[in-house]
């Protein structure tokens, strides 16, 4: 006769934790994400295109404007800072950087992809920085292609005249650097601006708004309506890159080259820092 042995069951094996994204491991996610969308590309091709066939436009305007010149009156050349940096142009970059901005959050929340994301990056605030870093470089290499290209062709085509300066002249690496970085500064408003309103309409009213047609509201007559007016980053910009004193006859107030760098490092740093604060205490 024989007996059933009794096995004592073997527990199951414990599931194995899977370990925390790395920062870098995020940088690489929303790096695929930025590129991953076909329209970023092309409107940043086009952009690039426009911005810079603006600057060559206006050089040319420009070019004929000094043909009747003569030698006497061209000695030595002076850097024209809004004909290498015209202000449409740059408007336009100011309006597509802030909209992509906008676009790497709010594309998120209506396609239904921020779950995914946090339930596998439960650290949302980590996430908004890894947006925020690679929305920066991303938009840092663009502004500087399009500033250095703008440079460039405007000056090529001065030369004609012999009215081209060089990266040595005066004034030249200050335009150089607020326009290579106006393109970073605007992408990472609008990107705040996402996080904040989470609804593409709105948010890109809002980004348009904020950028371009807020200034205007606010003269620079009076004292109070000129530091709102000076605050704001198209109006540091146009001061950054202007490269002649104040008329000290002039009733305006004028914004100051140290306090427009002050609104460079303003604006993105609040827009990201209420960001990171809000996205931790709101349902996705």
């Known amino acids: 006769m024989t007996t059933l042995a009794s096995v004592a069951p073997t527990p199951s094996a414990a599931p194995v934790a899977e370990p925390p994204a790395r920062f870098r491991d995020l940088l690489a996610s929303e790096w695929i994400k930025m590129r991953s969308l076909r329209s970023t590309p092309w409107t940043i091709a086009l952009t690039t295109v426009f911005v810079i066939g603006s600057a060559a436009a206006s050089a040319l305007a420009e070019y004929d404007n ?45 396609s239904g992809l ?33 500033s250095i290209g703008s ?32 393109a970073p500064v605007c992408a990472l408003v609008g990107l705040g601006l996402g ?38 980053p198209v109006t540091a910009w146009r001061r950054l890159v202007q490269n002649w004193p104040p008329d000290p006859e002039s009733l305006a107030y004028t914004a100051t080259v140290p306090g427009s760098w002050i609104v460079y490092i303003l604006w993105p740093l609040i827009a990201v820092v209420l960001a990171m604060v809000v996205v931790r205490h709101r349902d996705v």
């Not at 800072?81 to 929340?109: K, N, Q």
């Not at 996430?127 to 929305?135: S, T």
């Open 66 to 110: 000094l043909a009747g010149s003569g030698p006497s009156t061209r000695q030595p050349p002076a850097f024209l800072p809004f004909t290498a940096y015209p202000s449409g142009g740059y408007w336009t970059l100011m309006l597509v950087a802030g909209s992509i901005g906008a676009l790497t959050v709010v594309s998120e929340y209506s």
């Open 114 to 146: 921020i779950r995914t994301t946090t339930v596998a990056v439960p650290a949302r605030r980590a996430v908004v920085l890894a947006k925020a870093v690679v929305a920066a470089a991303l938009w840092t290499v663009v502004g500087a292609v399009i």
């Open 151 to 182: 440079f460039l062709v405007s000056q090529a085509i001065l030369d004609g005249r012999h009215a081209g300066v060089t990266l040595t002249h005066p004034g030249v690496l200050r335009a150089l650097v607020a326009s290579a970085l106006l």
């Open 195 to 232: 996080v904040l309103i989470r609804h593409s309409a709105t948010t890109m009213v809002t980004t348009v708004f904020t950028l371009l047609m807020l200034p205007t509201l606010f003269s620079q007559s009076t004292l109070w309506s000129a530091d709102v007016n000076h605050a704001m």
